[in-house]
């Protein structure tokens, strides 16, 4: 199992960027796919998600600014994020697996990408 995030960058405040993350190994049509966050002495935290209903669900901090879909052809997701701020800043993170569905509760997530790190800085 393998996710590959890419996408990562610098970007002034207000600016947008879009991530894929590329899953190989299994099928992640029956798992939650989502993206979590990492800012430095801070906990994890979760940002979006698809559940394996197909619903997706967003932390209250980046509702209406960022979108997550994927591509079931690709096997790949996506997180476009818009009108981004400085407090987005952080190592973003692909997540994947069966537990950890409907919750944001990052212990149950099976299977972790290497990360892509966003600034939003002028």
């Known amino acids: 199992v393998q996710l590959v995030e890419s996408g990562g960058g610098l970007v002034q405040p207000g600016g947008s960027l879009r991530l894929s993350c590329a899953a190989s190994?299994?099928?992640?049509?029956?798992?939650?796919m989502g993206w979590f966050r990492q800012a430095p002495g801070k906990e994890r935290e979760g940002v979006a998600a698809i559940d394996s209903d197909g619903s997706t669900r967003y932390a209250d901090s980046v509702k209406g600014r960022f979108t997550m879909s994927q591509d079931n052809a690709k096997n790949t997701v996506y997180l476009q994020m818009n009108s981004l701020k400085p407090e987005d800043t952080a190592m973003y993170y692909c997540a994947a697996g069966s537990r950890w569905c409907g919750t944001w509760d990052a212990t149950r997530v099976a299977w972790w990408g290497q990360g892509t790190q966003i600034t939003v800085s002028s």
């Open positions: 190994g299994f099928s992640f049509e029956s798992y939650c």
